[in-house]
T-cell receptor
């Protein structure tokens, strides 16, 4: 079974530029998550999709971050314009979310390491 | 406000011995707890979980213990192997808040040969 795919793996941009990340979840997983992980911290949830609807985006800085999940499969996360403090690893995860505890287990992609100069 | 706390940033253990990683939480609404392992340049990998109605779950060399009255859980790895060297994250699911996972800061485990 293929895992969660993310691209690019690394990205270096200057502040005020824009950047986009792509995620392809595990086939059949209804729920998709974007996390931001700053060095030395645990992952912080930015946005959670259930199919193509947003379940939780309470910690998404909506003035500069946006995300979409068209057709309920792939997702993109965009930052425009980027700030220095956006330097982090952006992780995508997916889960089946069939209702039982075990199906809520989140499976992560390798992440995209963003450096903002 | 850190609802999930991993108070030891790092731990060093000899190969073959037991590794014990600890996690404390404050929110009684958490109903499910998970441990993830993370290698450098990779995403976290699910390791083991436990429901709040259980006090122990075992999977091979990995056992998670939950003490609800103390709001404390621990991950035991026996015997520890050099390949277990990684950062371990404790995460807790909030049953009432979109079932969101709240993560600790992680503990870096080094298993020395």
């Amino acid at each position: 079974e293929a895992g969660v795919a993310q691209s690019p793996r690394y990205k270096i941009i200057e502040k005020r530029q824009s950047v986009a990340f792509w995620c392809n979840p595990i086939s059949g997983h209804a729920t998709l998550y974007w996390y931001q992980q700053i060095l030395g911290q645990g992952p912080k949830l930015l946005i959670q999709f259930q199919n193509n609807g947003v379940v939780d985006d309470s910690q998404l800085p909506k003035d500069r971050f946006s995300a979409e999940r068209l057709k309920g499969v792939d997702s993109t996360l965009k930052i425009q314009p980027a700030k220095l403090e956006d330097s982090a690893v952006y992780l995508c995860a997916s889960s089946w979310s069939g209702g039982s505890l075990s199906t809520d287990t989140q499976y992560f992609g390798p992440g995209t390491r963003l450096t903002v100069l | 406000d850190q609802q999930v706390k991993q108070n030891s940033p790092s731990l060093s253990v000899q190969e073959g011995r037991i590794s014990i990683l600890n996690c404390d939480y404050t929110n009684s609404m958490f109903d499910y707890f998970l441990w993830y392992k993370k290698y450098p340049a990779e995403g976290p990998t699910f390791l083991i979980s436990i429901s709040s109605i259980k006090d122990k779950n075992e999977d091979g060399r990995f056992t998670v213990f939950l003490n609800k009255s103390a709001k404390h859980l621990s991950l035991h790895i026996v015997p520890s192997q050099p390949g277990d060297s990684a950062v371990y994250f404790c995460a807790a699911r909030n049953a009432g808040n979109n079932r969101k996972l709240i993560w600790g800061l992680g503990t870096s485990l080094a298993v020395n040969p």
